[in-house]
């Protein structure tokens, strides 16, 4: 009977210490010379497509009255975009630049300045982000440019660079004429994916 008794108490005594040990157990490594799994990064599409570029609007960011010459009147035009990404993955925006026109009579549009931005935008995917780019014109430089640029068709169309310019000064408030972007480019990137966009518009539009 002892003996009987001995014998359960080992087997009792053996069992706590299994599930003792059972519990203790350190979780399993990887063996000596193998790495961790780690959780996969999202797929990159097999093809990425370039975002679609849009001109939203033209603001007027920054007006002072127009003086004669020799005065210089300084005028910030505000250009706003919106770019739209169909990609199912985020794309950074790396550069954009695009040139712009002011209309002087129907359809007849003189080029005044190239605008380049350098600064990153994400655009997140199936998402549209909204891009507002200022450039600023000089009233004493912009007749300077139209004569050597343009100066036979302002000619021809009967006009004169300094007239045309005052004009653009004193209504461009209301939006009278249209304002005309034209060799449009951004690069873009994801990952090791580059992506080229070309865009034009007109405001206001038809």
Known sequence: MKAIIVLVTLLLAWGAESQVMAQAKPEAKPAQGQSEAKPKAAAMPAK????????????????????????RVPLAVAFIFNITNP?????????????????????????????????????????????????????????????????????ALGLKPPDVVKEWWEKIGDFPFKIRVTQGVATYSAGKASLLATFEGVFPGQ
């Not at 891009?131 to 139209?146: E, F, I, T």
């Open 87 to 155: 990609n199912s993955v985020t794309i950074a925006q790396e550069d954009l630049k695009f040139t712009y026109s002011f209309e002087a009579k129907a359809d007849e549009f003189f080029e005044l300045n190239t605008a380049t931005v350098y600064e990153t935008t994400l655009v997140p995917p199936k998402a549209t982000t909204q891009l507002r780019v200022v450039s600023l014109l000089d009233s004493l430089v912009a007749p300077g440019n139209l004569a050597v640029t343009s100066g036979s068709r302002v000619q």
């Open 48 to 71: 990425l497509q370039p975002p679609k570029i849009s001109l939203e609007r033209v603001e007027i960011a920054a007006y002072f009255p127009y003086a004669p010459p020799p005065a």
